[in-house]
């Protein structure tokens, strides 16, 4: 079985800038979680959705947010980003009982400058 | 919210010699994982352990869920367990999401 994949693995932008990361989870999964990670804070959570709802948001302004599709699949978006927001975002996936084990993605490793 | 600590923050091991890491919660979860983070970021499952003990191969876990706290043990360690070691626990108080420590970095020595 395949495991978490996100896209891109890597993304450079400016300050002000938007992005959008994508993260698809295991095949058969139905919540999905993000998280941030930085040397100075650690691992985050951000928000996990369970079929298409937003179920728990982590303390995030909101420029921060995400969605899921019926497929499972999710993104998040940054809006006007700052220096700070340069991060490692991993995605994990659960069969989605509440909140059963995670498997981690990757990652996608966003530089602001 | 929830703490998660854990300790010891950084250990240096000679190859060969046994470890033991541990995670406290400040209040109680329904679901525990210990992980290690690889060079490049990804976090790999070592464990699921709500409660009780599980072995695979030279490392173990243990869970008391009533004492709010989680054992990850490394036995005859080697310079490939060098890397970052994570507890999270998760369904606390009804929630959907996982509380991480901030880890504990290991460096074994050849």
């Known amino acids: 079985k395949a495991g978490v994949t996100q896209t891109p693995r890597y993304l450079i932008k400016t300050r002000g800038q938007q992005v959008t990361l994508s993260c698809s989870p295991i095949?058969?999964?139905?919540?999905v979680s993000w998280y941030q990670q930085t040397p100075g804070q650690g691992l985050q959570f951000l928000f996990e959705?369970?079929?298409?709802?937003?179920?728990n948001k982590g303390n995030f302004p909101g420029r921060f947010s995400g969605r899921q599709f019926s497929n499972s699949r999710s993104e998040m978006n940054v809006s006007t980003l700052e220096l700070g927001d340069s991060a490692l975002y991993l995605c994990?996936?659960?069969?989605?009982?509440?909140?059963?084990?995670?498997?981690f993605g990757p990652g996608t490793r966003l530089t602001v400058t | 919210g929830i703490q998660v600590e854990q300790s010891p923050p950084d250990l240096i091991l000679q190859e060969g010699a046994n470890s033991t890491l541990r995670c406290n919660f400040s209040?109680?979860?329904?679901?525990l994982q210990w992980f290690h983070q690889n060079p490049w970021g990804q976090l790999i499952n070592l464990f699921y352990?709500?409660?009780g003990t599980k072995q695979n191969g030279r490392l173990s876990a243990t869970t008391v869920a009533t004492e709010r706290y989680s054992l990850l043990y490394i036995s005859s360690s080697q310079t490939t367990d060098s890397g970052v070691y994570f507890c999270?626990?998760?369904?606390?108080?009804?929630?959907?999401?996982?509380?991480f420590g901030t880890g504990t970095r290991l460096k074994v020595l050849a």
């Open positions: 209040d109680s979860v329904n679901n």
């Open positions: 994990a996936s659960s069969p989605g009982l509440p909140p059963g084990e995670q498997y």
């Open positions: 999270a626990g998760g369904g606390h108080s009804g929630t959907y999401k996982y509380i």
């Open positions: 095949s058969g999964h139905r919540s």
């Open positions: 352990i709500p409660s």
């Open positions: 959705y369970f079929s298409e709802t937003q179920r």
